[in-house]
């Protein structure tokens, strides 16, 4: 032990296994060091919780469930949690190392991000969270301080699994900013659900464009009051020229009742400015209008009267369904159990992994039905139950596909639609990721 230091000296072993390098951080939730794994030979970070949670047995086992779940949550925008131990009085996690700095630090330091890079921290905080409520796990004290950005600008949400402890803490605890992201229903002690994670997302995201924290207060029941008398100021009133989209996309997520909230943090990404708006409202379980799905498309799209034609042909595709022959019927056998945004994402996975990680500035998706493979079901047999092997057919009969550019994505054809093949893949830089939907 030692005084300012920390808990532990530079030098100290812990377990047999982890040698103390220093101290890296503090807070309500305890302490946090950088140590050298002598198992593993790599870099970790160790974090010491609190004495209290030691002596309660019932607390410590909830805890050891909830870090338990946490764990199986893997996505690069989580941080991982290798191990939880004991050592001499201490619970301790053992995470992966962030040579970074958190959120709430850089934004005390710069003020407010750039637009573009909040936007593009906004969204990767977005991808992580989806990632972690896709896994039936809920962080529950989301805020800046849990969210750490690495030297190359790369998103990582800590402190999954910690919300057991969180909700224990007393308006004493309010200085160290743990209740103060909290959302209504959370702060009530009612039930908590994905909407309240994004609601917690909204304060993030205020405070990531604007340098503020959306509400000021000195104790959780002043917050309460604050969060049902009152919507934080508008960004716009102080900071000019705010992004309109932004400002509602931030008040979307800090609807008070939470069925008025965004669905996901999916749905929060694609209505970020150069999101999917279309696949924003659907996400939201909205009825997109005629003009929504014409300026559905990116930049490089078609324009809204093209649009508006399509949906036409679209709504009378629909009402004569009952009359198309089988072949158009057997779309009902293929699996689309993936939404658009979800296989957005992994997309863009897919090129970070094989090293396009700057992602380009122009960007088309959408479904393209594979003729080839319809073609070789209906001409291998006459049986009307053929086509239900499209439930396992591979390739798929339907394919998501995801593009990026350097430059505009201008169609050549005469449909004026971007393809995975329209504009031609010349220019360097220009990257095509080709998924099965389910």
């Given at each position: 032990?030692?005084?300012d230091a920390g808990i532990f000296v530079a030098g100290a072993i812990i377990d047999g296994r982890y040698r103390i390098i220093g101290r890296i951080g503090r807070g309500a939730m305890g302490e946090v060091y950088r140590a050298d794994d002598l198992t593993l030979g790599q870099t970790v970070a160790l974090k010491f919780l609190p004495r209290a949670l030691a002596a309660d047995a019932a607390r410590r086992k909830r805890f050891h469930n909830e870090v338990r779940i946490a764990r199986r949550v893997t996505h690069p925008n989580i941080c991982r949690v290798y191990d939880i131990g004991e050592y001499e009085g201490h619970t301790y996690l053992s995470m992966e190392y962030i040579d970074g700095e958190d959120l709430a630090s850089l934004l005390r330091r710069i003020g407010h991000l750039p637009k573009a890079k909040a936007i593009d921290v906004s ?316």
């Amino acid at each position: 032990p030692s005084g300012d230091a920390g808990i532990f000296v530079a030098g100290a072993i812990i377990d047999g296994r982890y040698r103390i390098i220093g101290r890296i951080g503090r807070g309500a939730m305890g302490e946090v060091y950088r140590a050298d794994d002598l198992t593993l030979g790599q870099t970790v970070a160790l974090k010491f919780l609190p004495r209290a949670l030691a002596a309660d047995a019932a607390r410590r086992k909830r805890f050891h469930n909830e870090v338990r779940i946490a764990r199986r949550v893997t996505h690069p925008n989580i941080c991982r949690v290798y191990d939880i131990g004991e050592y001499e009085g201490h619970t301790y996690l053992s995470m992966e190392y962030i040579d970074g700095e958190d959120l709430a630090s850089l934004l005390r330091r710069i003020g407010h991000l750039p637009k573009a890079k909040a936007i593009d921290v906004s969204r990767q905080i977005c991808a992580g969270l989806a990632a972690a409520h896709a896994a039936g796990v809920l962080h529950r004290d989301l805020k800046p301080m849990n969210i750490m950005i690495d030297g190359r600008g790369k998103v990582r949400i800590t402190d999954f699994g910690l919300a057991a402890l969180v909700q224990e803490l007393d308006d004493s605890d309010m200085r160290a900013g743990t209740p103060a992201y909290m959302s209504p229903e959370q702060l009530a002690g009612k039930d908590v659900s994905e909407r309240s994670d994004v609601y917690s997302l909204g304060l993030v995201l205020y405070e990531l464009f604007t340098g503020r924290r959306a509400y000021r207060a000195s104790s959780a029941t002043e917050l309460a009051r604050a969060q049902a008398e009152r919507a934080p100021a508008s960004p716009s009133s102080f900071q000019e020229d705010f992004d309109p989209a932004v400002e509602r996309v931030i008040f979307h997520c800090l609807e008070h009742a939470p069925e008025h909230r965004p669905a996901s943090a999916l749905a929060v990404a694609a209505a970020l400015p150069g999101g999917d708006p279309l696949s924003a409202a659907l996400a939201a379980g909205e009825l997109p209008s005629p003009e929504l799905v014409a300026a559905s498309t990116h930049a490089e799209g078609v324009a809204p009267n093209v649009g508006l034609a399509c949906l036409l042909v679209i709504l009378a595709g629909v009402v004569a369904l009952p009359f198309l022959n089988d072949r158009l019927k057997l779309y009902s056998f293929v699996q689309m159990s993936k939404p658009p945004e979800v296989l957005r994402f992994a997309a863009q996975e897919i090129l970070s992994s094989i090293g396009y990680t700057r992602r380009r500035p122009f960007t088309a998706h959408g479904f393209v039905v594979r003729d080839d493979v319809l073609d070789r079901i209906e001409t291998e047999s006459d049986d009307p139950t053929r086509w239900s092997r499209l439930v396992l057919e591979a390739p798929p009969a339907i394919e998501y596909w995801y593009r990026e550019s350097p430059v505009p994505l201008t169609p050549r054809g005469a449909s004026g639609m971007v393809s995975p093949r329209d504009p031609p893949l010349t220019e360097p830089g220009m990257t095509l990721v080709r998924l099965s939907p389910s």
